[in-house]
């Protein structure tokens, strides 16, 4: 996909989704539709199998969040065919709720004592991109953004700013959010989501607005960016 600039050609070359649905094989669009049977009004993630992606002693200490960031970034470059990556920007709206609530929960009942640094180190809002950095060994251009709203769309405006300006061959764009117990029962309590149990298959076809989210949702979308100058003449 090409994106056009005055002056220059920016081509999207990989793509990765990991969502309800089994969108995180680039190579196939969704071989089967899976039907999600809750009692409650979220979804959940069709995941990929993180050990090939992942080496065993590095995805025991991941939290769900993270696991599934990094193997949707290293899907996108395979689907890229890209060797390195020269700069990282990430976004969110909320960041890694499930692991900030974990290590403030820790600081209470073990009052400010003996607390693990794990939860601490991955519940920052550029945790996933300080993590995609170490896995996949970028030490240039690395930056999150963060917005209820238009945080993804900043995001590419930062990627396509740093094409037009610098040099960087590959930049790899992400995007993630979660939902959290607590963000989850505070958002029924409010009336944004629906209570009883609804076939998210034939939602589109119910006459009120249907919200749905996932027990620790989680979507990316990680873009493979090359940057090429038009030729003069």
Same mark, same amino acid.
């Given at each position: 996909?090409?994106?056009?600039? /005055?002056?220059?050609?920016?081509?999207?070359?990989?793509?990765?989704?990991?969502? /309800?649905?089994?969108?995180?094989? /680039?190579?196939?669009?969704?071989?089967?539709?899976?039907?999600?049977?809750?009692?409650?009004?979220?979804?959940?993630?069709?995941?990929?199998?993180?050990?090939?992606?992942?080496?065993?002693?590095?995805?025991?200490?991941?939290?769900r969040m993270a696991r599934m960031g990094i193997t949707s970034a290293?899907?996108?470059?395979?689907?890229?065919?890209?060797?390195?990556?020269?700069?990282?920007?990430t976004a969110t709206g909320y960041g890694f709720q499930e692991?900030?609530?974990?290590?403030?929960?820790?600081?209470?009942?073990?009052?400010? &004592?003996?607390?693990?640094?794990?939860?601490?180190? &991955?519940?920052?809002?550029?945790?996933?991109?300080?993590?995609?950095?170490?896995?996949?060994?970028?030490?240039?251009?690395?930056?999150?953004?963060?917005?209820?709203?238009?945080?993804?769309?900043?995001?590419?405006?930062?990627?396509?700013?740093?094409?037009?300006?610098?040099?960087?061959?590959?930049?790899?764009?992400?995007?993630?959010?979660?939902?959290?117990?607590?963000?989850?029962?505070?958002?029924?309590?409010?009336?944004?989501?629906?209570?009883? &149990?609804?076939?998210?298959?034939?939602?589109?076809?119910?006459?009120?607005?249907?919200?749905?989210?996932?027990?620790?949702?989680?979507?990316?979308?990680?873009?493979?960016?090359?940057?090429?100058?038009?030729?003069?003449?």
């Amino acid at each position: 996909m090409k994106i056009p600039l /005055p002056g220059i050609n920016i081509f999207i070359h990989g793509l990765s989704a990991i969502s /309800p649905q089994k969108t995180w094989d /680039p190579t196939i669009f969704l071989p089967e539709i899976t039907n999600h049977n809750h009692t409650d009004s979220s979804l959940s993630c069709v995941l990929p199998d993180f050990k090939k992606f992942i080496p065993p002693m590095q995805l025991r200490r991941l939290s769900r969040m993270a696991r599934m960031g990094i193997t949707s970034a290293k899907i996108c470059l395979q689907d890229g065919h890209a060797d390195r990556i020269d700069a990282i920007i990430t976004a969110t709206g909320y960041g890694f709720q499930e692991d900030m609530a974990r290590f403030l929960t820790n600081l209470l009942e073990q009052k400010e &004592q003996q607390l693990s640094p794990v939860y601490f180190a &991955q519940s920052g809002y550029n945790a996933m991109s300080g993590m995609l950095a170490l896995f996949l060994n970028c030490s240039g251009y690395n930056n999150n953004f963060v917005s209820r709203g238009l945080a993804f769309e900043t995001a590419l405006t930062d990627a396509l700013l740093l094409l037009s300006e610098k040099e960087p061959p590959n930049v790899l764009l992400g995007a993630f959010d979660e939902k959290s117990p607590q963000q989850y029962g505070e958002f029924i309590r409010l009336g944004y989501f629906k209570k009883e &149990q609804i076939n998210h298959l034939s939602s589109s076809k119910a006459r009120h607005r249907v919200r749905f989210t996932e027990k620790e949702w989680f979507f990316s979308c990680c873009q493979l960016i090359h940057h090429h100058k038009r030729c003069a003449g």
